[in-house]
């Protein structure tokens, strides 16, 4: 499966953005959304599990972003989004879109056997 993210962008701290991640076709995979820096591993971010029925797919956020960020998926359009709310200089990074096995939840990056190109957020003060 191939994953295209967008979104990135340049903002200011307290902006919001949203990041989108389109598969290319149908998906029951767990889509995880991971953030890196240069000199530094790639970090999970969040995650969220498929299922038939939209109430039961369960998400996971790392500490840092809690409250702050929300991952979503549309299944009709086998894409995922992450809403980024009050971002912080910190959040800048290079964020990458992730796909995992069925009912797995992995909080690191070689749970994930498919990733995106990136796409780079920066936040300015």
């Known amino acids: 499966v191939q994953l295209v993210e967008s979104g990135g962008g340049l903002v200011q701290a307290g902006a919001s953005l949203t990041l989108s991640c389109t598969a290319s076709?149908?998906?029951?995979?767990?889509m995880g959304w991971f953030r890196q820096t240069p000199g530094k591993e790639r970090e999970f971010v969040a995650s969220?599990?498929?299922?038939?029925?939209?109430?039961?797919?369960?998400?996971d956020y790392a500490d840092s972003v809690k409250g702050r960020f929300t991952i979503s998926r549309d299944k009709a359009k086998n894409t995922v989004y992450l809403r980024m709310n009050s971002l912080k200089l910190e959040d800048t990074a290079v964020y990458y879109c992730?796909?995992?096995?069925?009912?797995?939840?992995?909080?690191?990056?070689?749970?994930?056997?498919?990733w995106g190109q990136g796409t780079q957020v920066t936040v300015s003060s």
């Open positions: 076709a149908f998906s029951t995979y767990t």
């Open positions: 969220i599990t498929w299922s038939a029925s939209w109430s039961a797919s369960s998400t």
């Open positions: 992730g796909a995992a096995a069925f009912g797995l939840k992995p909080t690191t990056h070689e749970g994930y056997d498919y």
